[in-house]
């Protein structure tokens, strides 16, 4: 019998007897929902990440995640069948192990591969015989075998024999309470049968749908197409925001007829830029990787370029209005942005462009203030580094009055829009917010924008 089919056949065993042991590496917002969700399906797990302040949390069973149930956690940690530590020493202990940690934009917005290639060294440190390591980081086409697969065997053992290694790109849409980890389906690729017969059969046990494909290149490409088309269509409808607009069309209005039509169309909708860490990044990592092999994406690049350039074309028709409609000239301007997170009611600033206004706007000589129920404290951020620190403003009656526009970057559904319909002088809505919730504001202290 082959040594290889050897590990292959007692790994199998152990996924089919859930009695695998399973680490994930990184803590945050893809690897925390994805150990719990393998811990919850009856498989041991170990989380391992850095952030001794974090993994201390959540030993103590803290909620580090807002949109999770109260006890998530400190029942996964009751059950004695989830913990997480610092100690990379774990790693050996495993069966599979699991590299869940960022992929950002470098300062000069090129993939940084950094975290991966830093949790590749730390496996590659205690790797063993019969482990199977999946990379679920969003990565460029081929980064798995070029990148991570080298350094793993640097101890000399080789990968689809000595151990198994794999890609699964992460779909974690944070807060989303329809489609959570369990029922999205699962990419999973690997470059030789026995890694991909093992995927399979893991990630089977976790999810409703395991999706393999034949090589992690593929699956890393699915990853980045499925961003680069939301990336296109969010460009594509800002656009025509700007150019209906103009015609004195609400597009809100025409993307909701047009999301009637039953084929041919999917509905994207207009707001101030893209954030986190999905839709701003994996556009860039196509990108990257298509003239490191000397083709282009020029219509991904112009989509790229669009979004990127949203939140300065928003604060600067802020300025515009606010001076057309209330005769306020920015420069010494008294301003209230509603949200910090990049998205409704999780706490995340990750590429935010309501941070990208806020620091624009400020650069124009507007005061800024801001209120986000999840952010009482605004983070150090690379990109905004003269924001960190600032404190979220009470949202009450006299404060709204006191400034001269709010304006609406994150539509936080715990944030009273009938108090702030009453009593602002101007609002500036990016997100539609008012109409959805069919609270009514005359047109002259309203723009959508």
Same mark, same amino acid.
């Given at each position: 019998?082959? %040594? !290889?089919?050897?590990?292959?056949?007692?790994?199998?065993?152990?996924?089919?007897?859930?009695?695998?042991?399973?680490?994930?590496?990184?803590?945050?917002?893809?690897?925390? &929902?994805?150990?719990?969700?393998?811990?919850?399906? /009856?498989?041991?797990?170990?989380?391992? !990440?850095?952030?001794?302040?974090?993994?201390?949390?959540?030993?103590?069973?803290?909620?580090?995640?807002?949109?999770?149930?109260?006890? *998530?956690?400190?029942?996964?940690?009751?059950?004695?069948?989830?913990?997480? +530590?610092?100690?990379?020493?774990?790693?050996?202990?495993? $069966?599979?192990?699991?590299?869940?940690? &960022?992929? &950002?934009?470098?300062?000069?917005?090129?993939?940084?591969?950094?975290?991966?290639?830093?949790?590749?060294?730390?496996?590659?440190?205690?790797?063993?015989?019969?482990?199977?390591?999946?990379?679920?980081?969003?990565?460029?086409?081929?980064?798995?075998?070029?990148?991570?697969?080298?350094?793993?065997?640097? *101890?000399?053992?080789?990968?689809?024999?000595?151990?198994?290694?794999?890609?699964?790109?992460?779909? =974690?849409?944070? #807060?989303?309470?329809?489609?959570? +980890?369990?029922?999205?389906?699962?990419?999973?690729?690997?470059?030789?049968?026995?890694?991909?017969?093992?995927?399979? %059969?893991?990630?089977?046990?976790?999810?409703?749908?395991?999706?393999?494909?034949?090589?992690?290149?593929?699956?890393?490409?699915?990853?980045?197409?499925?961003?680069?088309?939301?990336?296109? $269509?969010?460009?594509?409808?800002?656009?025509?925001?700007?150019?209906?607009?103009?015609? #004195?069309?609400?597009?809100?209005?025409?993307? =909701?007829?047009?999301?009637?039509?039953?084929?041919?169309?999917?509905?994207?909708?207009?707001?101030?830029?893209?954030? /986190?860490?999905?839709?701003?990044?994996?556009?860039?990592?196509?990108?990257?990787?298509?003239?490191?092999?000397?083709?282009?994406?020029?219509?991904?690049?112009? %989509?790229?370029?669009?979004?990127?350039?949203?939140?300065?074309?928003?604060?600067?028709?802020?300025?515009?209005?606010?001076?057309?409609?209330?005769?306020? &000239?920015?420069? /010494?301007?008294?301003?209230?942005?509603?949200?910090?997170?990049?998205? *409704?009611?999780?706490?995340?600033?990750?590429?935010?462009?309501?941070?990208?206004?806020?620091?624009?706007?400020?650069?124009? #000589?507007?005061?800024?203030?801001?209120?986000?129920?999840?952010?009482?404290?605004?983070?150090? +951020?690379?990109?905004?580094?003269?924001?960190?620190?600032?404190?979220?403003?009470?949202?009450?009656?006299?404060?709204?009055?006191?400034?001269?526009?709010?304006?609406?970057?994150?539509?936080?559904?715990?944030?009273?829009?009938?108090l702030v319909a009453q009593f602002s002088h101007l609002i500036f809505d990016t997100r539609n917010v008012f109409h959805k919730r069919g609270i009514v504001v005359d047109g002259i202290r309203l723009v959508k924008i």
């Amino acid at each position: 019998m082959n %040594a !290889d089919f050897s590990l292959c056949s007692d790994l199998k065993q152990k996924i089919q007897q859930r009695s695998a042991r399973i680490l994930t590496i990184g803590l945050g917002y893809v690897g925390l &929902p994805l150990a719990l969700t393998i811990s919850e399906t /009856g498989f041991p797990v170990i989380g391992l !990440d850095i952030n001794k302040s974090r993994v201390s949390k959540i030993n103590s069973g803290q909620r580090v995640i807002s949109y999770f149930s109260e006890s *998530r956690i400190s029942d996964a940690i009751a059950s004695g069948g989830f913990t997480a +530590t610092s100690d990379p020493s774990e790693i050996s202990h495993a $069966n599979i192990v699991l590299i869940c940690v &960022p992929s &950002p934009l470098s300062p000069t917005r090129e993939p940084d591969l950094s975290y991966v290639i830093k949790a590749a060294e730390y496996v590659a440190a205690w790797i063993k015989p019969g482990q199977l390591i999946v990379v679920e980081s969003t990565v460029w086409p081929g980064a798995t075998a070029e990148v991570v697969k080298p350094i793993l065997e640097q *101890r000399g053992l080789l990968a689809g024999k000595d151990f198994f290694l794999g890609f699964s790109p992460e779909r =974690e849409d944070p #807060g989303n309470e329809t489609h959570t +980890t369990r029922n999205i389906p699962k990419i999973i690729g690997a470059d030789d049968a026995h890694s991909r017969d093992l995927l399979d %059969a893991f990630y089977s046990q976790i999810v409703s749908q395991a999706v393999p494909v034949s090589s992690c290149a593929t699956a890393e490409a699915v990853k980045l197409v499925e961003n680069s088309f939301r990336t296109v $269509n969010i460009a594509l409808v800002n656009e025509l925001k700007v150019a209906l607009g103009a015609m #004195g069309i609400d597009v809100w209005e025409v993307i =909701e007829a047009a999301a009637t039509k039953p084929f041919g169309y999917m509905p994207f909708y207009p707001g101030p830029g893209i954030g /986190g860490d999905c839709i701003p990044v994996s556009p860039v990592y196509m990108s990257w990787r298509a003239r490191d092999v000397g083709a282009s994406v020029p219509i991904i690049d112009l %989509a790229r370029f669009s979004n990127d350039a949203a939140p300065d074309a928003l604060a600067g028709r802020i300025a515009s209005d606010l001076l057309a409609r209330s005769a306020v &000239p920015i420069q /010494g301007a008294n301003l209230l942005v509603l949200g910090i997170s990049y998205k *409704r009611d999780i706490e995340d600033t990750r590429e935010s462009p309501a941070l990208a206004i806020l620091d624009r706007l400020e650069a124009m #000589g507007a005061i800024c203030d801001y209120h986000d129920p999840y952010f009482p404290v605004i983070p150090k +951020t690379r990109d905004h580094p003269s924001l960190s620190g600032r404190r979220s403003i009470p949202l009450t009656e006299c404060a709204l009055r006191e400034y001269d526009s709010v304006i609406v970057t994150t539509d936080h559904s715990m944030v009273d829009y009938s108090l702030v319909a009453q009593f602002s002088h101007l609002i500036f809505d990016t997100r539609n917010v008012f109409h959805k919730r069919g609270i009514v504001v005359d047109g002259i202290r309203l723009v959508k924008i």
